[in-house]
């Protein structure tokens, strides 16, 4: 086995309990394994198992290849990073939600801590920045927000809010966007509708310390994987956002999904052209990640499942380690010549997910117009 397949079983070791200690743990090299673990932002998927605070791992269960002293301490310096920035970000997360609550906005943080509170340890998730989605359309929200910090250039879906020196804020009129306009129409208005019973969906972390408004299960589900979409389309994506909706599929189940709940789901993703793609995310879950059948609301695609996971290796945590891209740009020269080499790069996606792959190059065009016209900042989630 590859030093790749090594870390996928280990990983489907350490997010099932189930699972049986994998013989690749004999093999692996833990630097290396933290370098992998980096690049997707998911460290703390390994950490308690290989440090054996979970109770998993024994010392003989490493069969003679128990970490160095130097590995444990490259493991040992990312957990209390993890944990630090975790605790920030929960306390951050909360006075945002109850500031915007008390200035009269009702709210719901999309993605972030609201993700990291499914998780088995909530403060070994990689965690980022806020996003909170505010009741009331965007008129109303900029007109508050510049009140605070005039004159900052809003997306069509949020505004920056630097409420905080140590956590950026992302304040959302909507929580996402396609770049189809005709399917965008559509989604804009099943936001809408669905809007309101987001802002009263409050859950506690599992030790009591902090509570906020999450999506509903049904909502989350769909708004999450059009992010994964979205991001796959555009940029790439990690395995963080992945395993994200690992832990959501599970809770989905946990809080007593119905049979009619995911026939509503996989209404509201024919409706919105991503069937193909959730099928996809679903093998991987299942097939990669270990995740049982019952947690699935789509029956698997082996074919698109393999071809995703691909993209998703190759381009690791939003694309930041996207390579191919950058092979083709290198010695290109002129702006033109770069706009159609990075537009031909988007195509590659046109045969898998045509209806939002072939608006890739107008979608830029625009963004790259609005930069320079209006200093208006990209869209994004």
Request: with cysteine; charged share 25%; aromatic share 14%.
């Given at each position: 086995m590859d030093s790749t397949s090594n870390y996928f079983e280990l990983l489907k070791f350490c997010l099932?309990?189930?699972?049986?200690?994998?013989?690749?743990?004999?093999?692996?090299?833990?630097?290396?394994?933290?370098?992998?673990?980096?690049?997707?932002?998911i460290p703390g998927i390994f950490l308690p198992t290989i440090l054996m605070e979970n109770g998993r791992l024994s010392?003989?269960?490493?069969?003679?290849?128990?970490?160095?002293?130097?590995?444990?301490?490259?493991?040992?310096?990312?957990?209390?990073r993890l944990r630090k920035n975790n605790t920030t970000l929960f306390g951050r997360t909360v006075k945002a939600s109850e500031w915007f609550l008390e200035n009269g906005f009702r709210n719901c943080i999309l993605k972030g801590q609201g993700n990291a509170i499914m998780y088995p340890d909530p403060y070994m998730r990689t965690c980022g920045d806020i996003d909170i989605w505010l009741e009331g359309g965007r008129e109303k929200i900029l007109e508050?927000?510049?009140?605070?910090?005039?004159?900052?250039?809003?997306?069509?879906?949020?505004v920056d809010f630097p409420m905080f020196r140590d956590a950026e804020v992302e304040v959302h009129f909507r929580p996402s966007y396609m770049l189809n306009p005709f399917i965008d129409r559509?989604?804009?208005k099943y936001f809408e509708e669905v809007a309101s019973s987001q802002f009263t969906n409050k859950v506690t972390s599992p030790d009591g310390k902090y509570s906020f408004n999450i999506p509903t299960n049904t909502f989350n589900l769909f708004f999450q994987l059009l992010h994964i979409y979205r991001h796959i389309i555009k940029e790439?994506?990690?395995?963080?956002?992945?395993i994200d909706y690992y832990?959501?599929?599970r809770k989905a189940k946990g809080d007593g999904m119905t049979e009619a709940d995911k026939n509503e789901l996989v209404k509201v993703l024919k409706r919105f052209r991503m069937l193909k793609f959730a099928r996809a995310i679903m093998y991987i879950e299942q097939s990669l990640l270990?995740?049982?059948?019952?947690?699935?609301?789509v029956e698997p695609d082996e074919k698109e499942g393999k071809f995703i996971i691909n993209e998703v290796l190759e381009a690791g945590n939003f694309g930041k380690y996207e390579t191919r891209m950058n092979k083709s740009m290198k010695g290109a020269r002129g702006h033109v010549k770069r706009f159609l080499i990075l537009e031909s790069f988007h195509y590659r996606l046109l045969l898998h997910y045509p209806s939002e792959s072939f608006w890739v190059p107008f979608y830029d065009f625009r963004g790259h117009l609005r930069r320079r016209l209006k200093g208006e900042p990209v869209d994004d989630d």
């Open positions: 099932n309990e189930d699972q049986p200690v994998p013989s690749c743990i004999k093999d692996i090299n833990w630097h290396d394994l933290l370098v992998f673990a980096t690049k997707h932002a010392k003989d269960d490493f069969m003679g290849n128990k970490p160095s002293d130097e590995d444990v301490m490259e493991w040992v310096f990312e957990g209390h508050f927000t510049n009140q605070y910090y005039s004159g900052r250039k809003a997306s069509s879906i949020h559509k989604v804009k790439g994506i990690g395995l963080r956002q992945i832990y959501l599929l270990g995740l049982d059948r019952d947690y699935l609301y």
